[in-house]
């Protein structure tokens, strides 16, 4: 996968280019400031295949600066430069007058990159981009046409208007088109950013409103979660899902300062109507969060690397949400998979870290709980052996595995067990004996 570095402090003009760039390229795209912070990473990185630019940040003349690190280095790395139509006096760099044109964008970074034209004719945006149904279940209006597609023959669709731009519509009638059997409704593909903030805007406005009763917030983080999930993995991040991943998270810490009994609060979660990466998500939050708390653990942000890191584990599963359940090297053996979903699966806590740097509000070492949360040091594969692991990333994969059980448990019934008793005897040390004892403490705490 190729790697492009973009800086540009414009953010309507940033999510422009990076939702292109990942959805038409396939890149890895890593966000910079300035050259400052570039040059930083290119002596680390050098193998970085293209930088796109404006020509000057604040006063900072950031392509030259870059121009000449790349010719001083001898790198084999392209540069587009933004906003200008200056006569190019090297062979690694194209200019383009107009930074909005992303089309231009697109052909020039694919010309560097040397992907072929064909490739992107493949990938053309259609003129309808299709958007999961229930995306509507928390909008009672919305800022678009939105369409139906019916299939006219082999290789032809009809589009047919169902909502009108403005118009008002009731949960009800959009749960009747799932129970119906529709999954997708379609938007005009000019009309999609725009629905894309309208809809993020609607969610963090319920989510944040003081008045709503603890399991419908509950029920909305759950559907809004899912939103932001399949939306971030495909396209990365753009400011209206960080304005959404923010709210969630800020909300689930909450829930647990407000919650005086860990157990009352992961009832509430385990038994809403949500999905089950969020339930795990929330819940695998709640418990480590009680073991921090039980431990005295003062280190600095805790609390808020753990929401980050239970957000964000599996977000690589987001479509794929069954594989999430496998926790060993012997049930993914077991698991009768392909070659691509074994190789998502065993990668996807190293993917899902890589990923987390990118994003601008998480706390520093968040990737680090990520990559650690099966057990190995790397974040592929599945390893017991933890020993080494820094303690919050102990504690997060012992409040993740506990999660699993219980989860578990509760599908499949049966007689009740100590659900430690699988913990002590995969983590069989002397430290992750304490770190579960901290979980013991609060669940006989709820006995008594």
């Known amino acids: 996968m190729a790697q492009v570095i973009l800086?540009?402090?414009?953010?309507?003009?940033?999510?422009?280019i990076s939702v292109n760039l990942t959805t038409f390229l396939g890149v890895d795209l890593i966000q910079r400031k300035n050259a400052q912070e570039t040059l930083s990473l290119l002596a680390i990185l050098?193998?970085?295949?293209?930088?796109?630019?404006?020509?000057?940040?604040e006063d900072e003349p950031t392509a030259d600066l870059l121009t000449h690190y790349i010719k001083s280095n001898n790198l084999e790395t392209g540069l587009i430069?933004?906003?200008?139509?200056?006569?190019?006096?090297?062979?690694?760099?194209?200019?383009?007058?107009?930074?909005?044109?992303?089309?231009q964008v697109i052909h020039g970074a694919a010309k560097i990159l040397g992907i072929n034209e064909n490739v992107l004719l493949k990938k053309a945006t259609p003129d309808f981009i299709a958007v999961?149904?229930?995306?509507?279940?928390?909008?009672?209006?919305?800022?678009?046409?939105?369409?139906?597609?019916?299939?006219k023959s082999p290789t032809e669709y009809q589009f047919i208007k169902r909502i009108h731009n403005g118009d008002t519509f009731s949960k009800e009638s959009i749960k009747r088109y799932l129970v119906q059997g529709l999954e997708h409704f379609h938007i005009a593909k000019e009309n999609y950013k725009n629905f894309a903030i309208f809809l993020s805007n609607k969610l963090v406005e319920k989510?944040?409103?003081?008045?709503?009763?603890?399991?419908?917030?509950?029920?909305?983080?759950?559907?809004?979660?899912?939103?932001?999930?399949?939306?971030?993995?495909?396209?990365?991040?753009?400011s209206e899902m960080i304005q959404l991943t923010e709210s969630i998270i800020q909300n689930m810490v909450k829930n647990f300062e407000k919650s005086p009994e860990m157990s009352n609060l992961l009832h509430k979660v385990i038994n809403s109507e949500t999905g089950l990466l969020f339930q795990r998500c929330h819940m695998t939050s709640i418990v480590a969060s009680e073991m921090i708390k039980n431990l005295n653990i003062t280190e600095p942000q805790a609390f808020e690397k753990i929401a980050y890191a239970s957000f964000f584990h599996d977000i690589m599963l987001a479509e794929h949400e069954e594989l999430s359940k496998i926790n060993s090297f012997d049930e993914l053996e077991k698991a009768n998979l392909n070659e691509e979903q074994w190789d998502m699966v065993f990668n996807h806590a190293m993917e899902a870290s890589v990923l987390i740097r990118k994003y601008p509000e998480a706390p520093t070492g968040t990737d680090e709980i990520i990559k650690h949360h099966h057990g190995t040091t790397n974040g592929k594969g599945f390893s017991n052996s933890i020993e080494k692991l820094p303690l919050l990333s102990k504690i997060f994969i012992i409040a993740h595995h506990f999660v699993l059980e219980l989860?578990?448990?509760?599908?499949?019934?049966?007689?009740?067990?100590?659900?430690?008793?699988?913990?002590?005897?995969?983590?069989?040390?002397?430290?992750?004996?304490?770190?579960?004892?901290?979980?013991?403490?609060t669940l006989k705490k709820k006995t008594k």
């Open 46 to 57: 050098p193998n970085v295949d293209l930088i796109i630019t404006t020509n000057f940040i």
């Open 207 to 238: 989510i944040d409103a003081p008045e709503m009763e603890p399991t419908l917030r509950i029920q909305l983080m759950g559907e809004s979660f899912e939103i932001a999930i399949r939306e971030i993995s495909k396209l990365g991040f753009n």
């Open 407 to 441: 989860v578990n448990f509760k599908k499949r019934g049966g007689e009740p067990k100590s659900l430690t008793e699988e913990l002590y005897k995969r983590y069989p040390s002397p430290e992750t004996a304490l770190i579960i004892k901290s979980l013991e403490h």
């Open 81 to 103: 430069v933004l906003g200008t139509d200056q006569l190019v006096k090297n062979d690694f760099t194209i200019n383009i007058a107009n930074p909005k044109d992303w089309e």
């Open 7 to 16: 800086i540009e402090n414009n953010k309507t003009l940033n999510d422009l």
């Open 132 to 151: 999961p149904v229930r995306y509507f279940l928390n909008l009672d209006n919305v800022n678009c046409d939105v369409f139906i597609r019916i299939k």
